[in-house]
C-alpha cells in the first residue's frame, strides 16, 4: 500500500517494527548472558545459524548457560537476517520516497549488526588479551544497533513520511535538550558497561554514573515538562517519547540503586550472582535501551515534524519554554 504517493508501504513498516521488536529478546539474552558471567561457556565461533536447534539436546546437556549463551547466538542470527531484508526491501522501494534518509538508516542497521556478531565472535576468540574490551564495546553497540532499528521503523511510518510539520517557538532549544539528552545517555552506556566489565562499584566510575543519572533524569523532566507546554497540535509528536523518557529514567534510577546494593558493578568479581541480583542489573541494562531510544525517537520528532515560528507578535506565538 502506498498512501497517497508519500511512498508508505505498510508490509515494509510491519517489517521494520518487528525487526525492531525482534532485537528487545536479544538485547535481553545478551544482558542475562553478561549478568551471569556466562559468555565464555563455549569458545568456538562461528556456529552456523541453525546450531543450537541442530544440537538442542547436548546443548541441553551442557547446561543452562550454554543453551543462553547459543540462544544469543540464535537471535543475533534471527535479527541479522531479519535486518538484512529489512535493508533490501527499503533499498529496492527507496524511489518511491522523496528522501534517501531511510536508505541511509537501512545501511547502518547492517553495518552495526554485522559489526555487532563480529564483536560478539572475537571477543570469544580473543577472550585474552582484549576479552573485556571487546565486551564493552559489544554492550554499547547492541544499543546502538537496536536504536537504529527504531529510528529506521519511525522513519518508514506513515506520519513520518506525510511529513506534517507545526511551527513552534523554541523548537532549537527542544532540539538541543534531547539531543544532550541523548549524549548523557550514551555517557552512561559506556561508563554503565565499564562498571560491568571493569568494575569500580566504590570508586571515580560509580560518582560519574551517578553524576550523569542526575544529568539524564533533569534533562528527562525538563523535556517532559517542555512538550506539556506545546500546543496540542505541536505536543501530539512529543507526547509518547517524552512521557517514556521521565518515566523510564526515574525507574533506571531506582533500578540502578537497586543493583548497586545488590553487589553489582564489580566487573564480575562476584561468583554467585542471586537471582535478584541478576533480576535488577539485567533490567537496568534494558531501561537504558528503552531510554536510549525514546530519546533517539524525540530528537527525530522534533527534527522532521516541528519547525521553528517566524518571530511574529508575542500573543500570536506558541512558546514553548522561553519567551518568542
Ligand atoms: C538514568 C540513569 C541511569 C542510566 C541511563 C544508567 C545506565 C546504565 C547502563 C547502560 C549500564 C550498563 C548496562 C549494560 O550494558 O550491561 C549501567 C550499569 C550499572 N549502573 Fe546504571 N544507569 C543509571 C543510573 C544508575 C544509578 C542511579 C545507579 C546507582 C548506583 C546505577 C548503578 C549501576 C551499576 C551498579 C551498574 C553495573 C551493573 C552490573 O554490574 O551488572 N546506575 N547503567
Redesign the pocket.
Known sequence: MNRQGTGYCFGLHLWSVLTAVAAMPLLLAG?TV??FRWGMVDDTWPTSPWYLLANWSEAVARGIAFVAEHGHRQLGWLVGGMTLVLAVWTWLTSRQRSTRLQSILAIWCVLAVGLQGLLGGLRVLYEVPIGRELAMLH??V??VVFALLVALAVSLSASWLAGATVAVHGRAKLLRLAVLTIG??LG??V???S??QVGG?TSWP?VV??V??AG??FH?ILLYVKAQMLEPVAYRWLRWPSFWLAV??GL??????G???LG?????VSREISPE?ALV??S??L???L??VSAVVAVMRIGHQLVESAPVRESAAVAVGGRP
Not at 533506571?252 to 540503586?257: A, I, N, R, S
Open positions: 544482558g553478561t549478568t554492550g554499547i547492541g544499543q548523557l545517555l552512561q552506556l561508563i554503565g558497561t562498571l560491568r562499584r560509580i554514573h551517578l550523569l543519572a539524564v533524569l528527562a523510564l529514567a533506571q534510577v531506582v533500578l540502578g540503586m543493583a548497586w546494593m553489582a558493578g564489580d566487573g564480575g541480583r542489573a539485567t537496568h541494562m531501561v537504558a535501551a531510554l536510549l
